[in-house]
């Protein structure tokens, strides 16, 4: 029934270690987005992938790596983790880049 | 990077309407107005859009200045639920922006509704 869910919702971790966060989409859009939420509350875009291909790509440490094996999933690895990775992690979709972006529910990634 | 300025926060009543302002001077032509908003502890949620028009839907309203300078987005009657951190942002249209197409997000307002 959830249009757009994330996994995990908590990522407690230690910095150097490596970790991934899923993303999927059951509302059939063709375009996806990884945005960052740091504890000042700015939401920034990270990635946007349209039909599985990347169309946005903003300044992100190339630690981060998104990976988007179908349409439907846009998963985000993250090497070598550092403090400042700390954040509110959300995915989201839309039908193309014109329209209503849905929100996952986030994921809160916590490094030790 | 923020082309809008809002309040940090704002108070209302249960009940009573609520007009949350956005002001957006460097709108170009093109842009359209979106608002969304993020209840707590949860991912952000598109509350309404407009162009030059008013705009009506079962959320909310959205008044359009004649010169879409600055906009303002209505709650008719607020409830606890609409407790929530506002956006107001703009969005150059994606088919003539070419590789802009993001959504640019401030701080947004921070709406308390009282009992």
């Known amino acids: 029934d959830t249009a757009v869910s994330q996994t995990p919702k908590y990522l407690v971790t230690q910095m150097g270690n490596d970790k991934s966060i899923k993303c999927e989409q059951n509302?059939?859009?063709?375009?996806m987005y990884w945005y960052k939420q740091d504890s000042k509350k700015f939401l920034k875009i990270m990635f946007s992938?349209?039909?599985?291909?990347?169309?946005i790509n903003e300044t992100v440490p190339n630690r981060f790596s998104p990976k988007s094996p179908d349409k439907a999933h846009l998963n985000l690895h993250i090497n070598s983790l550092e403090l400042g990775d700390s954040a509110v992690y959300f995915c989201?979709?839309?039908?193309?880049?014109?329209?209503?972006?849905?929100f996952g529910p986030g994921t809160r990634l916590t490094v030790l | 990077d923020a082309k809008t300025t809002q309040p940090n926060s704002m108070e209302s009543n249960e009940e009573e309407p609520v007009h949350l302002p956005c002001n957006h001077s460097?709108?170009?032509?093109?842009?359209?107005i979106h608002w969304y908003r993020q209840l707590p502890s949860q991912g952000p949620e598109y509350v309404i859009h407009g162009l030059t028009s008013n705009v009506n839907n079962r959320m909310a309203s959205l008044a359009i200045a004649e010169d879409r300078k600055s906009s303002t987005l209505i709650l008719h009657r607020a409830t606890l639920r609409d407790a929530a951190v506002y956006y107001c942002?703009?969005?150059?249209?994606?088919?003539?922006?070419?590789?802009?197409?993001?959504?640019?997000w401030g701080l947004g307002t921070s709406l308390a509704v009282n009992p």
């Open positions: 989201a979709s839309s039908q193309d880049e014109a329209d209503t972006q849905y």
């Open positions: 509302l059939g859009h063709d375009t």
């Open positions: 992938y349209n039909n599985k291909e990347l169309i």
């Open positions: 460097t709108i170009s032509g093109t842009d359209y």
């Open positions: 942002i703009l969005r150059e249209n994606p088919y003539n922006a070419g590789n802009n197409r993001k959504l640019i």
